[in-house]
T-cell receptor, first 115, second 114 residues
Framework: GENVEQHPSTLSVQEGDSAVIKCTYS??????FPWYKQELGKGPQLIID?????GEKKDQRIAVTLNKTAKHFSLHITETQPEDSAVYFC??????????????FGKGITLSVRP | NAGVTQTPKFQVLKTGQSMTLQCAQD?????MSWYRQDPGMGLRLIHY???????DQGEVPNGYNVSRSTTEDFPLRLLSAAPSQTSVYFC?????????????FGPGTRLTVL
């Protein structure tokens, strides 16, 4: 099955700096890669996603890049703010023939933005 | 819309007790699922449902039962709680079966089994 690795496990940046979180996946058939943000005491929330036919996607201060050859994708946050402090999960989805896809999540990374 | 709601928010059980974690969504989503979140383990799929009357196992189904009698509700039952089931449980739903439909998560239930 799919295996999603996320690294580093923790990341601390100064407010205003950029943060980059990387994930690798194992199944070359995976074709959908969402990123979730989980604030303390809340459920994960989708912040951006990318499909395998696209190399990069941007939404204001966040962007995701995908390298299918190397099987890795990254979340980029520019001009970080204290409210960006949270746990971030990457995920990958593989379509199973005749059934429904299932998301495989990475273990999460805790991002801390220092004021 | 309330989105995805879960009750209770916190629960403490003794080993061997049974209980049901409730999940409801008011978005008319076909797909619903249950995850558990453990430190350093990410989110792992327990069970999922693609519509009323249809359920299937995920990655870690042992010790849990589910049913889907209506589109709105997807309860998770612990038959005989064990300390290994201490975790935070999230219910999620999405419109349609395709993976690229946004998945909405509930606020979670923190369960402790003594």
């Amino acid at each position: 099955g799919e295996n999603v690795e996320q690294h580093p496990s923790t990341l601390s940046v100064q407010e205003g700096d950029s943060a980059v979180i990387k994930c690798t996946y194992s199944d070359s058939a995976s074709n959908y890669f969402p990123w979730y943000k989980q604030e303390l005491g809340k459920g994960p929330q989708l912040i951006i996603d990318i499909r395998s036919n696209v190399g990069e996607k941007k939404d204001q201060r966040i962007a995701v890049t995908l390298n299918k050859t190397a099987k890795h994708f990254s979340l980029h946050i520019t001009e970080t703010q204290p409210e960006d402090s949270a746990v971030y999960f990457c995920a990958a989805s593989t379509l199973y023939t005749g059934a429904n896809s299932k998301l495989t999540f990475g273990k999460g990374i805790t991002l801390s933005v220092r004021p | 819309n309330a989105g995805v709601t879960q009750t209770p928010k916190f629960q403490v059980l003794k080993t061997g007790q049974s209980m049901t974690l409730q999940c409801a969504q008011d978005m008319n989503h076909e797909y619903m699922s249950w995850y558990r979140q453990d430190p350093g383990m990410g989110l792992r799929l327990i069970h999922y449902s693609v519509g009323a009357g249809i359920t299937d196992q995920g990655e870690v189904p042992n010790g849990y039962n589910v049913s889907r009698s209506t589109t709105e509700d997807f309860p998770l039952r612990l038959l005989s709680a064990a300390p290994s089931q201490t975790s935070v449980y999230f219910c999620a739903s999405r419109m349609g079966l395709a993976e690229y439909n946004e998945q909405f998560f509930g606020p979670g239930t923190r369960l402790t089994v003594l």
